[in-house]
């Protein structure tokens, strides 16, 4: 497979997750302000959101009223959910042929719904036909996905870029919670769970009380949870073994090596040993290892040697956001 299909399919893939997983954070939000009577142009939860999402400077310098709409359909942020899923379909018109019929039909009709005039007049008037909107569009890309195209290399880049960005997005939900000044309620905690999906599988295996630290535990370190960041970066670290085909436990490139270390950080390590160290702190450390891991698998896959050699490190960044 060439470098560039490859880049193409891992980055139309995150996007997509990440469309859903912002979606799902704005959904959470809306829900638990009315179900709280916050007051109007009360930032509370929101401004820690912002936060962890590396948007709040953005957010104050957008002409967006507040920060729901601001997430969803700001044009100057890149991770909004409407430049989120243009970028999807982008990557999707490029690599078609790799690509089967039905995806590509889910993917453009969201793609001109959010470009529309009816996005917004949907949003004012029915969020919750919004929200679903945007969320089923990607479970059904994923089912498709799984069900509809070879489970070759470009579909492992596919399930590479859907882990990867899923275990950045859970960790930056944790990360709301250590970044609100003060212990989180039990409303927080709730929030925070379903925005990742995890509230009703939480109660399966956490039938007594609602904690801080129970709710970070699941969040990090659950096997079997599939939105947990254990299971997505063991998710990561098998797509990595299975492209270059070398043995689980060692490794061929600097991916695999970033990738098995930080799978290392979180099965030799448990939630007493991150909060004794500061969980924000570890969090953040753990984000960092998440971005050299999709810098490495950049440079590892896409960018050629002398492309590496005469490269400097900020232009390799520039190039793998612009894409």
Known sequence: ????????????????????????????????????????????????????????????????????????FSSQWNNSVINSINSARENARMVRDQLSEEIWVELNSLYHFLNSNNAILEYQNDESSFFRRIIRFSLVFQ???????????????????????RADLTSRVLDTLTLLGSDPSRLDLIRA??????????????????????VADFLLFSQDFPRSIRFSIRGVDAQLHEISG??????????ERLAGSALAQVNFSNIDSMIRSGLHNSIDDLQKKLMEVGQSIFETYVLLPFEIKSASPLPLLQMQQQQ
Request: aromatic content about 12%; glycine content about 8%.
């Open 1 to 72: 497979m060439l470098s560039r299909v490859a880049d193409t399919l891992y980055w139309m893939s995150r996007f997509v997750e990440r469309a859903e997983g912002v979606t799902r954070l704005v959904e959470i939000h809306r829900d638990t302000d009315l179900e709280s009577d916050a007051r109007s142009g009360d930032f509370g939860y929101w401004h820690s959101t912002l936060q962890s999402m590396c948007a709040k400077e953005q957010f104050e310098e957008d002409e967006m009223q507040g920060p729901d709409a601001f997430l969803l």
């Open 143 to 165: 089912g498709l996905s799984d069900a509809t195209i070879h489970h070759d290399e470009g579909w492992r880049f596919m399930s590479l870029g859907k882990y990867l960005e």
């Open 193 to 214: 769970l379903r925005s990742c999906s995890a509230f009703s599988a939480y109660r399966k295996r956490y039938r007594g009380a609602l904690t801080m630290h129970n």
């Open 246 to 255: 070398v043995p689980s436990g060692n490794f061929s490139n600097e991916a």
